[in-house]
């Protein structure tokens, strides 16, 4: 295990649907990240926060909207997705600002949006 | 272009075999180059990394960067069925005060028995 679990690891939802992802770690980190992993695609970064503060949108629809209510916490709230929003949901925290930057995953949520 | 380029495969090879993952990126910038392995219902781990150019082993595995042609690999020498997995090659950027990963696509790995 690396420290940080996602829950829940399997959502179907509707489009009409709102429901929310949590992540939660265990390695007093002050660094947590949303990625999106689709099939064949980079991970793409959604959000960061650091020190409980958000650095990083990038440019995520807002049917998308991330809560970080300390430094263990994250949520994804979703609400009114699209098919196209199904993929694979991640994770990570981090240490520090420089350096190697190693990140540390969850397992992931597998969306599917009907 | 993508910043960083990655053939997703997939790769199938025999039990033993030599792998080698390539990767290209396209800012000089990039100082940090690492690779992350991910199996199949896990997230993303960390493999190892290297700083700026040269190489770097551990074990079976080595990393490669040359940024004269920003080129980044990884080689896995006697190749084992549980090095099945996807891996990720990722380098870093500087950007709003922060240190933002970027990944390729990721290359899927099977080797057989």
């Known amino acids: 295990e690396t420290g940080v679990t996602q829950t829940p690891r399997h959502l179907v939802m509707g489009m009409t649907n709102k429901k929310s992802l949590k992540c939660e770690q265990h390695l007093g980190h002050n660094a947590m990240y949303w990625y999106k992993q689709s099939a064949k695609k980079p991970l793409e970064l959604m959000f960061v926060?650091?020190?409980?503060?958000?650095?990083e949108n990038n440019s995520v629809p807002s049917r998308f909207s991330p809560e970080c209510p300390n430094s263990s916490h994250l949520f994804l709230h979703l609400h009114t997705l699209q098919p196209e929003d199904s993929a694979l949901y991640l994770c990570?925290?981090?240490?520090?600002?420089?350096?190697?930057?190693?990140?540390?995953f969850g397992p992931g949520t597998r969306l599917t949006v009907l | 272009q993508k910043e960083v380029e990655q053939d997703p495969g997939p790769l199938s090879v025999p039990e033993g075999a030599i792998v080698s993952l390539n990767c290209t990126y396209s800012n000089s910038a990039f100082q940090y180059f690492m690779w992350y392995r991910q199996y199949s219902r896990k997230g993303p781990e960390l493999l190892m990394y290297?700083?700026?150019?040269g190489n770097k082993e551990d074990g079976r595995f080595t990393a490669q960067v040359d940024k004269s042609s920003k080129y980044i690999s990884l080689f896995i020498r006697d190749s084992q069925p549980s090095d099945s997995a996807t891996y990720l090659c990722a380098t870093n950027l500087l950007s709003g005060g922060y240190n933002k990963l970027i990944f390729g696509a990721g290359t899927r790995l099977a080797v057989h028995p």
């Open positions: 926060y650091s020190l409980e503060e958000r650095v």
């Open positions: 990570a925290s981090s240490q520090g600002r420089t350096g190697v930057n190693e990140q540390f």
């Open positions: 290297t700083y700026s150019s």
